[in-house]
């Protein structure tokens, strides 16, 4: 297969699983507002049409699906608090003095930065400082907003995610891996990280640069699309 054509197929997936979880959110939603009625009748069928899609893109069969209808009707919660919106994660961009960034072996063996999923009752750099300092021993003080990542630009299919990025400085601490959450944490140069990544991405490291090395200040964040000229 050319690789065009690879390329192509790998958007028609992402698309497809975008949609999906889109159509899903939109049924959940509806499903928290309207929890009985026609309109519930609608958002059931939108759920379990959106499942078996979601099974079929997974390669699953009719259990699959079931089992993913379920779980998502088990999350629906009534009103407000029901509205579904992307998970929130925070991340910790950490620099020694010499220059090299600080990342973290998970416990499926690949690398990253420290960071996680933001625990409710603390801000987003509150996070941050905690995920650092559970995940790595390091005491740090976030400085500055780096990026609001958006999990589906990167080509991302699974659960979609805001990540709140965040350029940090070391105040204390020492350098010991949670045996619950790391298995190992070390500082790299930018231009030889290690291997595996949790995600192939050139992003954030020429990030990371910009903020460490060339006194980048503003935060970045993904612009709107251009939107198509109307008629004259």
């Known amino acids: 297969m050319r690789k065009d054509a690879i390329d192509e197929s790998h958007e028609l997936f992402l698309e497809l699983a975008r949609f999906v979880e889109r159509v899903a959110a939109i049924a959940r939603t509806g499903l928290a507002f309207k929890p009985d009625g026609y309109d519930s009748e609608r958002y059931e069928e939108l759920l379990h049409e959106t499942a078996q899609l979601s099974a079929a893109l997974a390669r699953g069969g009719d259990a699959d699906a079931e089992a993913i209808r379920k779980r998502w009707r088990a999350d629906v919660i009534d009103g407000y608090d029901g509205y579904v919106t992307p998970g929130v994660g925070c991340g910790a961009i950490v620099f020694n003095p010499i220059g090299e960034?600080?990342?973290?072996?998970?416990?499926?063996?690949?690398?990253?930065?420290?960071?996680?999923?933001?625990?409710?009752?603390?801000?987003?750099?509150?996070?941050?400082?905690?995920?650092?300092?559970?995940?790595?021993?390091?005491?740090?003080?976030?400085?500055?907003?780096?990026?609001?990542?958006?999990?589906?630009?990167?080509?991302?299919?699974?659960?979609?995610?805001?990540?709140?990025?965040?350029?940090?400085?070391?105040?204390?601490?020492?350098?010991?891996?949670?045996?619950?959450?790391t298995l190992d944490a070390r500082f790299f140069p930018l231009d030889a990280l290690p291997r595996p990544l949790h995600r192939e991405d050139s992003r954030w490291p020429a990030l990371a640069r910009e903020f460490h090395f060339e006194g980048r200040v503003e935060p970045y964040f993904d612009l709107l699309a251009a939107a198509p000229a109307g008629p004259h």
């Not at 009752?121 to 976030?142: D, M, Q, W």
């Not at 080509?155 to 949670?178: A, D, K, N």
């Open 101 to 181: 960034v600080l990342m973290i072996k998970r416990p499926t063996g690949k690398w990253w930065y420290p960071g996680g999923f933001c625990d409710v009752g603390l801000s987003p750099a509150e996070n941050a400082a905690k995920e650092a300092r559970e995940e790595t021993g390091l005491i740090v003080r976030p400085e500055r907003l780096i990026a609001v990542i958006d999990s589906r630009k990167y080509g991302s299919p699974q659960r979609h995610i805001y990540t709140m990025l965040f350029y940090c400085v070391v105040v204390g601490g020492e350098l010991r891996p949670s045996p619950l959450e």
